[in-house]
């Protein structure tokens, strides 16, 4: 899968950035806990967070940390979700709640920094909001969940955290509010399109949204030098195999 | 119960308060997670963080109203680590009654205590003092790299003295000195003053765990509200272990009992009576005493007020505690 060209050194910096900060006791994360992640796992916080940053090019040490937390957060809700499988060793059961914790740990820390303190509340909110989607998700468990319970599932467990990217992102970046509305609109299409084709139960919320994602990037493309939005949009395209449909959105930003 | 109530009798209005606020603040609207949040706040707890903010408060520009979040956050962060740790352990009892997980599985106890975290935080972030969230956030980390160490050594039976210490210092010890310390700096004590009450509370939490170590060994299951020998049972090696381990003349034997993975509830007896036998429990109890001393003895620094004579009570206390 191809990576966004633009954002490529910072994104490696917020690899290694991780990687140090997750170092415990000379053992990594990875070899701690097996957890399997895809490209879009690994970088899509990221780049969310980077490309948008890559708009105005403004504050990039400061968009580098908060690509980090956002992939913390991202993270740690992750590895803590291990705990739902069946069957689940008790070593992974074990370290997928303690390593979960320390991420949060980790995300809260990065967030004290001066410039990323005042967005703290929004963070906490957002840790709340994830964790009703996983009681939502597990109150219906036995239930055949319809496509509007589903939606609002992911909604909260995903789409609000790519949101949160997007806005935070579009602020640090300088943009104007009806700009930030915009791309806040465009990632959190994005984060339902992306929890929706992870699952595969309903196909037509990953069509919708992809549309909706499309159209919010159209409408920005006159006003704002969007080519990094466009680029993450062809990458998170093909992290989820789309088929004609997706081929037909990108050739326009091709 | 009545002793500790007796040492917080300065606080116990304010205590009162706390609780009254803790119950406001965790009924929240999803209905799962405020039945289990309401769960975990009537199993009870001996409330012994806030307790400590609330009395290092008392030394200093003692104002409830600033001190109220950072205690509601501290004990929430407390219930919040509680919660995961039975996950972790795979605990079925706490405090007498099934644990979350017990009652509502995994999935739900992770949510929650993910949930309660955030709650804290929304606390701690309220105040708008970025110096506190960051002494928060600091140790949220270190404990979870002590919780992560002590599931990476657990059956290491080659531990020592020093690698315990790591464990415990960020398990427990850490929480304790920053419930002290926030207590202090909220209240504008200055640097020497948040110092001797962070140290203080720092050894308190070392002492704290430590006789919790010797209880789960020593304790009547009844009046301690879960089994004993959980930690043999988990290979968590602690301290009267690894002297019994170091001294006992059946150190063989022992250190066969400690390593296996799957034991026997013969075996779990046999290593209780061995590691009782080897002396362990009263060399442990010797270097709780050396922390109880070491954390009171810098407080006579401070005002004569009965707060702090509460706290010498409160560190014996913990030293004498048979729960």
């Given amino acids: 899968m191809a990576l966004v060209n633009c954002i490529e050194s910072e994104l490696n910096e917020v690899k290694s950035q991780i990687a140090k900060e997750t170092q415990f006791k000379s053992s990594s994360l990875e070899e701690l806990l097996e957890y399997e992640m895809n490209g879009l796992d690994r970088h899509l916080f990221p780049a969310i967070v980077l490309t948008i940053g890559k708009i105005t090019e403004d504050n990039r040490e400061v968009n580098i940390s908060l690509a980090s937390i956002f992939q913390y957060v991202f993270l740690a809700h992750s590895i803590h979700r291990l705990v739902d499988k069946e069957d689940v060793k008790a070593s992974t059961r074990q370290y997928s709640v303690l390593i979960g914790d320390f991420?949060?740990?980790?995300t809260f820390y990065k967030?004290?920094?001066?410039?990323?303190?005042?967005?703290?509340?929004?963070?906490?909110?957002?840790?709340?909001?994830?964790?009703?989607?996983?009681i939502m998700r597990w109150r219906l468990k036995d239930k055949t969940m319809s496509a509007k319970d589903y939606s609002i599932i992911i909604s909260k467990e995903r789409a609000a955290l790519t949101r949160l990217a997007g806005r935070l992102a579009a602020k640090?970046?300088?943009?104007?509010?009806?700009?930030?509305?915009?791309?806040?609109?465009?990632?959190?299409?994005?984060?339902?399109?992306?929890?929706?084709?992870?699952?595969?139960?309903?196909?037509s919320i990953v069509h919708e949204y992809l549309i909706n994602a499309k159209r919010y990037l159209d409408e920005l493309k006159d006003s704002l030098p969007i080519r990094p939005l466009q680029e993450f949009f062809y990458f998170f395209c093909q992290g989820i195999n789309q088929d004609i449909k997706g081929e037909e959105l990108l050739l326009n930003i091709k | 119960m009545h002793q500790q109530k007796?040492?917080?009798?300065?606080?116990?209005?304010?205590?009162?308060?706390?609780?009254?606020?803790l119950e406001k603040f965790l009924r929240v609207d999803d209905p799962i997670l405020a039945q289990t949040c309401i769960y975990l706040l009537k199993a009870g707890g001996k409330r012994m963080r806030p307790g400590f903010t609330l009395l290092s408060g008392k030394f200093f520009d003692y104002n409830f109203e600033k001190l109220l979040p950072v205690a509601m956050a501290l004990e929430i962060i407390h219930m919040a680590t509680l919660v995961h740790d039975d996950v972790v352990d795979a605990s079925l009892t706490r405090r007498g009654r099934p644990t979350l997980s017990a009652a509502w599985?995994?999935?739900?106890?992770?949510?929650?205590?993910?949930?309660?975290?955030?709650?804290?935080?929304?606390?701690?972030?309220?105040i708008d003092n970025i110096e506190v969230s960051k002494e928060l956030a600091k140790v949220c980390i270190q404990m979870g790299r002590g919780e992560i160490q002590q599931i990476k050594s657990s059956y290491d039976v080659d531990q020592d003295f020093k690698q315990y210490l790591y464990r415990i210092k960020r398990k427990t010890a850490l929480l304790i000195g920053l419930c002290c310390k926030l207590g202090a700096m909220v209240s504008r004590a200055d640097k020497r003053q948040?110092?001797?009450?962070?140290?203080?509370?720092?050894?308190?939490?070392?002492?704290?765990?430590?006789?919790?170590?010797?209880?789960?060994?020593?304790?009547d299951s009844k009046i301690?509200?879960?089994?004993?020998?959980?930690?043999?049972?988990?290979?968590?090696?602690?301290?009267?272990?690894?002297y019994a381990l170091k001294y006992s003349p059946d150190q063989s034997r022992i250190r066969e009992l400690l390593h296996k993975k799957n034991k026997t509830e013969g075996e779990v007896e046999e290593a209780i009576y061995l590691i009782k036998k080897s002396g362990g429990i009263e060399k442990s109890r010797k270097i709780v005493d050396l922390y109880i001393e070491k954390g009171i003895k810098n407080l006579k620094e401070l005002p004569?007020?009965?707060?702090?004579?509460?706290?010498?009570?409160?560190?014996?206390f913990v030293a004498e505690r048979s729960y």
């Fill in chain 2, 304 to 316: 004569d007020i009965p707060s702090r004579k509460a706290l010498i009570e409160l560190a014996r």
């Fill in chain 2, 224 to 242: 301690l509200g879960k089994p004993i020998g959980g930690d043999i049972r988990q290979g968590i090696m602690t301290l009267p272990m690894i």
């Fill in chain 2, 6 to 21: 007796k040492v917080f009798k300065e606080v116990t209005i304010d205590l009162g308060k706390v609780e009254k606020e």
């Fill in chain 1, 111 to 134: 967030i004290c920094d001066e410039s990323l303190y005042k967005y703290a509340w929004e963070f906490v909110k957002v840790i709340e909001t994830i964790n009703e989607g996983v």
């Fill in chain 2, 105 to 126: 599985g995994n999935s739900v106890s992770v949510a929650t205590g993910d949930f309660l975290f955030a709650k804290a935080l929304e606390m701690i972030v309220k």
């Fill in chain 2, 194 to 219: 948040i110092w001797i009450l962070s140290t203080y509370g720092h050894c308190l939490g070392i002492a704290f765990q430590i006789v919790d170590d010797i209880l789960d060994i020593t304790a």
């Fill in chain 1, 103 to 106: 991420l949060f740990g980790q």
């Fill in chain 1, 172 to 203: 640090v970046a300088g943009l104007k509010e009806p700009y930030q509305q915009r791309i806040e609109d465009f990632c959190y299409s994005i984060g339902m399109a992306w929890a929706a084709w992870e699952e595969n139960i309903y196909t």
